[in-house]
């Protein structure tokens, strides 16, 4: 039974509260800085188990078997731990002797977040596949590319989506099985095979598992970067990034969960998308194989969200920017609400502090807030602020095994409180690009170190602060503008609810900062009192003269704003 404990974990279980002055103490104790300028992490070294993410994530399957791993947040549909193993064991085995799946052949998957979104990704990795996950609301264009791209050999979604996979499959002219999930009682599109027939497969030989074989180094998560520059990149992630990562996480002085007893289970907001490598780690596959309970919505509208968070008495919340504005300015969010929030992480993004007190000030209580720093090439994590930290804009000091190097343009080493780009080596970082060595020399330095194209500020203690993304710098007559600075200083006026900011060409400035503002439902503001507004709160060269009121902030699915469709849109 793989419930039964197949390796060592060494995890310190024990609940921490330490107050942010005891955990930055803790952490001081260590020297973050070398003499050559490198950020070493100061927690303690992680032991990473030889074995499969599949394994991993059901290891403690026997200290949780009737507790629900998984449940649909307006229907109430769900699964237990014993259940959820059964069925992704069982659709597993199918993969082997039904579809010819064999070790290292990738399937997508193309779904929501349902209920059933972790046993599908279980079943594939038991079966010794890959993953490459989709966004649900792509186009038939952008899903034949991934499909060509990642070299699928079926595709896993729902009843509904499976025009738009078919039309996909004809215009990349490919003839691969779908696999649907059935989530109503809707009849399934003739052909076409079903997930919940497969998994509950009373007859399948499951002896078939035994041939599997997938090791530590081998790939097991294949997701597609935004490209916002230039087109989707395959981030090849194996076993041992994503494990080496949820152990990093374990950490702690950083961790965000409590233990599963006979008394307690977190409860865990699911609605960042399971897609997405952020939701897929930190939220999913580390979720649960700590016995959480994820609560799936598949479709994000706030007041759902909100009554979510109560009803299912949440306590664990991970966001990316706009989840967090909403919590902190929605009408429906209110004291009560908010009252069973313990853990609130947010990442994807840069986040104020003056956002995060304006939560704080709904809530009417101080939640454990933290702030994370990661990338897809990271599996994400690189680096969360620790337990009851206050220094809400940090995003705390490099976890476990990992070295953070802040450069100049010519990859020179700076110091503390200097900005530059972040580059880092660590075992979670991904194998490669796939199948794209001119990104994989980009990406990499000739020693080894990714290049996150991420600009940040280390303090002394190791702590970073994420300024802007190096390539979505305005450069006013030589100076640099960050978008984000400019963006969390909009949003600290009353009227404004969400704000972009690009760089557009100007004729002497060489380039100028251009807003977009979204003004909070029913309000009005002029662009001259907006203008005055931030103008004298930043540097002369940081000033805005262009602004544009819009309906919406266009954004990827895990919340970072997409500058690109801005400049095509409006510039």
């Given at each position: 039974m793989v419930g039964k404990k197949i390796f060592t974990v060494n995890r310190t279980l024990s609940k921490v509260k330490q107050s942010s002055k005891y955990a930055s103490v803790l952490i001081r104790k260590h020297s973050v800085w070398t003499q050559d300028k490198v950020i070493k992490s100061p927690y303690k070294s992680i032991e990473i188990p030889n074995c499969t993410l599949y394994d991993y994530v059901w290891h403690n399957l026997d200290k949780w078997p009737e507790r629900t791993v998984s449940v649909c947040a307006l229907t109430g549909r769900g699964y237990t731990y014993a259940d959820a193993f059964k069925l992704s064991n069982t659709f597993a085995a199918n993969l082997r002797t039904k579809f010819k799946i064999r070790d290292g052949d990738t399937i997508a998957m193309m779904l929501p977040n349902v209920p059933d979104y972790p046993l599908v990704a279980l079943g594939i990795l038991g079966a010794g596949g890959i993953i490459t996950s989709l966004n649900p609301i792509y186009t038939a264009h952008e899903v034949q590319r991934q499909l060509l791209m990642s070299a699928a050999k079926i595709i896993v979604t729902l009843p509904e989506i499976v025009p738009t996979v078919t039309e996909a499959l004809k215009i990349g002219k490919l003839n691969i099985p779908i696999i649907v999930v059935k989530t109503s009682e809707d009849p399934i599109p003739e052909g076409i095979a079903c997930f919940n027939e497969l998994s509950e497969d009373v007859h399948v030989d499951k002896s078939c598992l035994k041939e599997v074989r997938r090791g530590l180094n081998d790939i097991c998560f294949l997701p597609y970067s935004s490209g916002t520059t230039g087109l989707p990149k395959g981030v090849e992630l194996s076993h041992r990034n994503i494990i080496a990562n949820m152990e990093q996480v374990n950490e702690p002085l950083i961790r965000c969960h409590n233990d599963t007893t006979a008394t307690h289970q977190d409860v865990v907001m699911g609605i960042l998308p399971f897609f997405h490598i952020y939701a897929a780690t930190v939220v999913m596959f580390h979720k649960m194989s700590i016995g959480a309970k994820l609560v799936a919505l598949s479709k994000f509208q706030p007041e759902a969200f909100l009554h979510t968070l109560e009803k299912h008495k949440t306590n664990t919340v991970m966001v990316a920017p706009p989840l967090m504005l909403l919590m902190a300015s929605h009408p429906a969010a209110t004291e009560k609400t908010l009252q069973h929030i313990e853990f609130l992480v947010n990442g994807a993004a840069p986040l104020a502090a003056s956002d995060v007190e304006r939560f704080m000030d709904k809530a009417k209580r101080t939640v454990d807030f933290r702030q994370g720093y990661g990338l897809t090439e990271t599996s994400p994590t690189v680096s969360l602020s620790t337990v009851g930290s206050k220094s809400y804009e940090k995003t705390g000091a490099p976890v476990s095994d990992t070295e953070v190097r802040i450069v100049d343009r010519d990859l020179n080493n700076l110091g503390p409180n200097e900005t530059g780009e972040i580059i880092l080596r660590g075992p979670q970082v991904m194998r490669g690009y796939r199948?794209?060595?001119?990104?994989?020399?980009?990406?990499?330095?000739?020693?080894?170190?990714?290049?996150?194209?991420?600009?940040?500020?280390?303090?002394?203690?190791?702590?970073?602060?994420?300024?802007?993304?190096?390539?979505?710098?305005?450069?006013?007559?030589?100076f640099q503008v960050p978008p984000a600075e400019l963006e969390s200083v909009f949003r600290e006026h009353p009227l404004v609810n969400d704000a972009a900011v690009i760089g557009i060409s100007?004729?002497?400035?060489?380039?100028?900062?251009?807003?977009?503002?979204?003004?909070?439902?029913?309000?009005?503001?002029?662009?001259?009192?907006?203008?005055?507004?931030i103008n004298q709160k930043v540097a002369a060269y940081k000033q805005v003269d262009d602004i544009m009121f819009v309906d919406a902030i266009p954004k990827s699915a895990s919340g970072k704003i997409l500058r690109r469709i801005l400049k095509e849109k409006y510039c």
């Open positions: 199948n794209d060595p001119q990104a994989n020399n980009e990406a990499f330095t000739a020693d080894g170190w990714f290049r996150t194209g991420d600009l940040a500020v280390a303090d002394e203690n190791g702590q970073l602060t994420i300024t802007d993304r190096l390539k979505e710098l305005i450069k006013v007559k030589g100007h004729e002497i400035k060489g380039e100028t900062p251009k807003a977009f503002l979204v003004l909070k439902s029913g309000e009005k503001c002029s662009k001259n009192e907006l203008r005055e507004f």
